[in-house]
């Protein structure tokens, strides 16, 4: 079963992400609901994690590649 946050992008993930750790900070909140807050910012953390893992080896592909053509 796929989560919510599996269709976010990076922008609107780590968006999310940053209201919640705000949200936290403040204290405020239940502690059942501050659980929940933690658990859902964890998932958009690794979702934030995988998102610029991704972008990092699309990098290295193209700066390899390029190296390729240019030592050609």
Do not use: W
Request: with cysteine.
């Amino acid at each position: 079963m796929a989560s919510d946050t599996d269709e976010l992008d990076f922008e609107d993930a780590l968006e999310k992400l940053e209201a919640i750790v705000a949200e936290l900070e403040a204290g405020e909140l239940p502690l059942q609901e501050a659980l929940d807050k933690f658990e859902k910012g964890m998932e958009l953390k690794k979702l934030c994690e995988q998102k610029l893992t991704e972008a990092e080896a699309r990098i290295e592909q193209y700066v390899e590649s390029e190296s390729q053509e240019q030592s050609s």
